[in-house]
Each structure stands twice: as C-alpha cells, then as structure tokens.
C-alpha cells in the first residue's frame, strides 16, 4: 500500500520563488513547442484534413523539419497548416505484380524483384503480394516472413492481357481500405510498364481514389511493350506510371534497381514519412483541387498533387 507522503507548509516567500521557477519553466516549455511546432500528439490525434507527406533534409543540417518551413496551398490559395508530426507507426505495402502474357520480363526477375522487399522491411511492417491478368489474384496476405512470400511465389505466371485499372481498384478497395482509418502508412508497388488492356475503371477514376484514400503508389518499372503507343482515353503506359507515382507521392524504379528501389521505399516510408492536417478554406469541395506544399531551402518534400471532389477531413 502507498502512503500519502505528509504535507509540509511552506513559508509565503519560498511559495512565491516556486511558483515563479514553475511559471518560468512552463513558458520555456511553450516557447520550446513554438519554436519546433512538433505536436506531442500521436498521429490517431490529428485533426482537419490529413494527408501523408515525405519529407527529408537535403543540406547538412540535423534540425528537425519545423512546420514554419513548409507552407501549403490549395488552388493556389495558401493554407494554414495545424499540424507536421513524424509518423513512426510501422508500413503496409501492397506489392501488384504484372502476370500478363506479353509484359517484356520473365517470371523469376519479378520473383526476385518482389522479394527484395521482404529483405529490406522493418520490424512491424508487412506485405501483401497479388500478381494480375485480367483479374487480380491474391497471392500472399499480410506477412513478414520471407521464407513464406518465397514459397508462395511460385504461382507466378504469365497469361492473358493487363487489366491494370482494375487490380489497382481491388488492391486499395479491398486489400488497404479495411485498415483504414486506423492505418495512414499505406503503399503500392507495382511491379510492371504501366500499360492497361481493358479495365472498365476508368484512369482518373482511380487516380482520384488512391488520392483520396492517402495511398502511395511506387512503380518498379519495366520497359513499355507497347513502344509508347497512343492509348484511347487513356495515358500511354509511360504516362500512366508518371501520374501515379507522382499524383500520389511515389516515386518510380527500373525493375533492374529492384534491390536499391526496396531499400528506398521501406527506409523513406519508415524515417520520412511525416502526417500533415490543415483545415481547408476557400475551397470548393465539388471540385478536385491543386495541392502544392513547399518548404524552405534545404529541406525537399514529395506529396500527392490533388484532393479529389467530396473529400472529407480524415
């Protein structure tokens, strides 16, 4: 049992020089907050409209990145930030496979591209691995076992035509969603050249989506079959990885880079991978809008490039 310690009286004097220390430290501690403006809050606290931001020191400078560096805008129209705090919570990355019949690569490079990953993330990270033709197939659900994803790889095979769109669709309406909202840190890698061959969802359709769900698209990049071939109401092969992965935030690899792509993307998702709320203002929430984050000389940040229509704060 513990026991309440005894009350001791002070004199008014020693009082009044306590209260003082105390007020003292407690303006220091507001002045500390002020000046990094990293909330102590956890990531599940962040009020408003969140979207996920990497963001990294490019000079030499160990600081860490202060919310009055960075300055954003919707439309143009400049916003104000609530809060930039560092997301330490651990990675769930999607890896989608290209198994079509004439993607230009054999199956054992995509074997060992997918396994790269499984080499190279943290502890409490995971994957999920679907390989598609004209449907999305699942492959092997949330693991870290490396042993596991290797065995499981073995369906891996090459048939029918790349209905892209669509296994993008399944992959974070089925496979990322149910995480949500409990899970922000959320990717996909696509291994393959970004050419669809008859998904009925439509391009912006799912651009739009993956940037209202917050997830990040990473490409590891084969060379297009279609030698840049003009597609019908829909960006070329090319293009379509470059929306993607710049749309979302990503970034796109050569497949020959396997190693050093999944080296990459588990280290910037695990140390740079920031959470950034704001509370929108005169801005249309009927119309996608432009979304712009700068920061100060120094310090270099990638981020999806749009809100969709209808969005609602997170």
Known sequence: M???????K??????NSCLATFLAML??????????????????????????????????KKDPIKLESLFLYENGIEQKIINFSY?????KIAILVDNSQTLPTDVEKMKAA????????????QLFVLAYDEKAEIIQEWTDDAKKLETS???FRKKGNPFLFDALRS???EVLLPLMPGTRKTAIV??????????????????GELQNYNITVYFLQIPDRSAGAYRRDQPKASAVVTQLTEGTGGKAFPLEEAQTAAKFICDELRRNRFLLSYQPVNTSTFDARRVLLTADQGIAVRHKTAQPPNIKAN
């Open 2 to 8: 513990v026991h309440p310690k005894p009350k001791v």
């Open 171 to 173: 992959t974070a309406g």
């Open 87 to 91: 997301d330490p919570s651990p990675s």
């Open 114 to 125: 997918t396994m790269e990953f499984a080499y190279e993330i943290f502890e409490g990270d």
């Open 190 to 207: 696509v291994i393959g050249d970004g050419l669809d061959r008859g998904s009925t969802t439509k391009f912006d359709t799912i651009l």
């Open 10 to 15: 002070l004199p008014r004097k020693q009082i």
């Open 27 to 60: 303006m220091a501690a507001s002045t500390l907050t002020a000046q990094s403006r990293h909330s102590s809050r956890g990531a599940g606290d962040l009020e408003g409209t969140v979207i996920p931001v990497t963001a990294w020191r490019t000079d030499e």
């Open 153 to 155: 790889l073995a369906t």
